[in-house]
């Protein structure tokens, strides 16, 4: 990435996102973008512990402020510095993706069926209190919410993750897949040269909506176009197909 992308970035998404997305580890050479609902808590988990094995203190919260975490983050370097890490081949840039519609229903039933803070924004829109987190929102007015939202102040939980690795401004090394989470881990771990699977939790990943029996009966047709649309580019970056309505 050079210097005109770093500018463009921070111009488009703003300081606290790029430092809130981007994880450098210089010891290991690498970089990560988490992408939330696609096992991030887990790999957040994972490299945080290996970044901080020499340390006592092996446990943080997995999603910290920039400023309280493990890893190197942007506002830490110079952006020369940082064009220079994005660009190096020494460095492995990586990420992970999950089928936008199985993502999407995860993030309806964690954050808003299950009526966690998350849901405060939905609420919002819908001209509700978003104090009053026991009203109930449907899957179908979830997604037609979405798209009354600007898509850069949407929530990390369903904003596109095309949009929340910065829209290929950052090349990848590799792209793993959660439904392939195992496989694909290995696969980086020989890339990084570092033995991941052993740091994995027993129960590694959460609301493991992953097939199409236990989200495709949730969507109508309605909200199959709504989705195809909102999240295009997921679907054409990372190579998922699309439901036919």
Do not use: C
């Not at 064009?83 to 229903?105: C, G, Q």
């Not at 033995?195 to 097939?211: C, D, F, M, R, T």
């Not at 989200?215 to 199959?224: E, G, P, Q, R």
């Amino acid at each position: 990435m050079n210097m005109r992308q770093i500018d463009e970035m921070y111009k488009e998404y703003g300081s606290l996102k790029v430092n809130q997305n981007i994880h450098i580890s210089i010891k290991h050479k690498f970089v990560f973008i988490p992408v939330p609902k696609t096992g991030s808590t887990t790999l957040k988990k994972v490299f945080q512990s290996i970044e901080m094995r020499e340390l006592k203190r092996k446990w943080i919260k997995p999603h910290p402020l920039p400023e309280h975490s493990p890893f190197i983050k942007p506002y830490q370097l110079q952006r020369e510095q940082l064009s220079d890490i994005l660009k190096s081949s020494e460095y492995v840039k990586f990420t992970f993706a999950r089928n936008p519609y199985h993502r999407l229903y995860s993030a309806w039933r964690d954050k808003i069926h299950g009526n966690r803070a998350e849901k405060a924004q939905i609420l919002k829109a819908r001209q509700l209190d978003p104090e009053n987190l026991e009203q109930d929102i449907s899957f179908s007015e979830f997604i037609e919410t979405i798209q009354t939202i600007d898509k850069y102040k949407l929530d990390p939980h369903w904003s596109p993750q095309y949009h929340e690795i910065f829209n290929e401004r950052i090349k990848f090394d590799f792209i793993g897949k959660l439904e392939r989470f195992d496989e694909d881990l290995s696969i980086l771990a020989k890339m990084l040269k570092m033995p991941l699977a052993s740091e994995v939790p027993e129960q590694p990943i959460n609301n493991k909506s992953y097939g199409h029996k236990s989200t495709s009966s949730a969507y109508n047709s309605k909200d199959i176009r709504i989705a195809t649309e909102l999240y295009a580019e997921d679907f054409s970056f990372f190579n998922y197909p699309t439901y036919r309505i």
